[in-house]
């Protein structure tokens, strides 16, 4: 049987654009499962609590003037449940669960990351207006889901 050359050279076209679209198929499917969440951390779930800087969670300042803010999400609390920052801060959370998946969204600022166990995420915020801000579960978490908030002074 004879073939003719550009036929055969379509025909490898063909194959290779199968052969393409099937590996983005591929990577579309389990690529969320294979990577870690954009900018994310790991952390072993069952030893946040001991687990520097989880250990000590709460504010802590950095040499440059601003702050980093461990926090760690339980049912049905966050640990710290309050902070108090001073007016101007730029604040970057970090947010890890020790459990199941929560929420972690602070009204009034567009900080809203997950708080997923094995993972730290990460959000930034400049607090500009003085206030106090109130920071919400909002992942369904259990029977406790809606009473579990915390609270950020600004002042
Ligand atoms: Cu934690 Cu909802």
Request: proline share 5%.
């Amino acid at each position: 049987m004879h073939i003719h050359r550009y036929e055969r050279i379509w025909m490898i076209f063909g194959l290779a654009m199968l052969i393409i679209f099937m590996a983005t198929i591929f990577v579309a499917a389990f690529a969320d499962n294979i990577n870690p969440p954009h900018g994310s951390q790991t952390i072993d779930p069952a030893k946040v609590a001991t687990t520097a800087p989880f250990d000590h969670p709460g504010l802590h300042r950095n040499a440059d003037g601003t702050y980093d803010a461990y926090y760690i999400a339980e049912v049905f609390q966050f640990a710290p449940s309050k902070l108090t920052v001073p007016v101007g801060s730029t604040v970057t959370f970090f947010v890890t669960s020790s459990d199941v998946v929560h929420g972690f969204e602070i009204a009034q600022t567009d900080v809203n990351v997950m708080a997923i166990p094995g993972w730290v995420n990460t959000a930034s915020h400049t607090f500009k207006k003085a206030g106090t801000y109130l920071l919400v579960c909002n992942e369904y978490c259990g029977i406790g889901h809606q009473n579990m908030f915390g609270s950020i002074e600004v002042k």
